[in-house]
């Protein structure tokens, strides 16, 4: 992707603002956290106001230590954590990750693989952040360690997502250029469908 990710267009809204939007009705707080001051000087400039603007904490520019600016900057118990290029963000998908973390540390999607879904999970904050801390310390700056150090994580099959999400369209990633031309046409074609559905 040529320039920030955040700051392309889809359907004439900024990614960055998409998400904000999409999250804004499900969670008491959005933060938005950047990689450098000049970043955020960049994102205030553009970015809805809901949004709280946090910069990175450390210089490694990993999605840990995004995480970790996060956690130490939220208010509440659980927090999500998603990408600003995930444009297809559902409803049922986040508030699924939410009822799954109930009494346990977290939430997140499991793949038969074994692979999981940390950019796209729901974190208890203070647990969380001890374990984020921990392997930062420890030099492994791999956010997906979070969810497999803390004690009882929700691993939620993925066949549960595709029952309310049949294209897993709330795990696409428009983080090239080719992705975000393949957005617009998801875009173009879902408002086709729906402009079919009205005129019935």
Known sequence: ???DKGLKELD???LVNRVIRLL???????VLVVGS??????YARVVDKSAKLVVDIFNDGSPLVGAITGFKRVRNEFAIITACDMPFISVEAVEMLFKGADGHNGATFLWPNGWIEPLFAVYRVEQSLKVALDLYEAGDLRIRRVLQRLPDVRMIPIGDLKAIDPELRSLFDADTEKALLEAEKILKK?????AGNASR
């Open 1 to 3: 992707m040529n320039g």
């Open 12 to 14: 004439g809204e900024l």
């Open 24 to 30: 804004g009705g499900l969670v008491d707080e959005v």
């Open 37 to 42: 001051q000049e970043q955020c000087e960049a």
């Open 190 to 194: 879902e408002k086709g469908y729906a």
